[in-house]
């Protein structure tokens, strides 16, 4: 069991940045680190993955091309940068770790998740 501190959320505009971190301390060796998010009303879902290597990322269909992942495992903190947002973009964003060695969309196969951070895209 590891805690996970995640920061950097905030209210943005549409069109604007923003960067999430999330730090993992402890044994995270072999996991996966993912990004979900939450919104009002809606089911949590997945935004992006990284290895622990950091050579193998994907992402939701909705935020590729907008959305990077990566992480440094000097700092045992992963990164998401996030550009070009979308109002729809609007939700409670979340970090975990995956079952080592997993490489899943799924939140049952995330565990150690973090508290959770809001961020707010305005028109």
């Known amino acids: 069991q590891v805690q996970l501190v995640v920061s950097g959320g905030g209210l943005v505009q549409a069109g604007g940045s923003l960067r999430l971190s999330c730090a993992a301390p402890?044994?995270?060796?072999?996991?996966?680190m993912g990004w979900f998010r939450q919104a009002p009303g809606k089911e949590r879902e997945f935004v992006a993955g990284?290895?622990?290597?950091?050579?193998?990322?994907y992402y939701a269909d909705s935020v590729e091309r907008r959305f990077t992942i990566s992480r440094d495992n000097a700092k045992r903190t992963v990164y998401l940068q996030m550009n070009s947002l979308k109002v729809e973009d609007t939700a409670v964003y979340y970090c975990?770790?995956?079952?080592?060695?997993?490489?899943?969309?799924?939140?049952?196969?995330?565990?150690?998740w973090g508290q959770g951070t809001q961020v707010t895209v305005s028109s």
């Open positions: 975990a770790l995956s079952v080592p060695g997993i490489l899943s969309r799924s939140p049952a196969d995330f565990h150690s």
């Open positions: 990284v290895s622990w290597s950091g050579t193998i990322t």
């Open positions: 402890g044994r995270t060796v072999g996991s996966y």
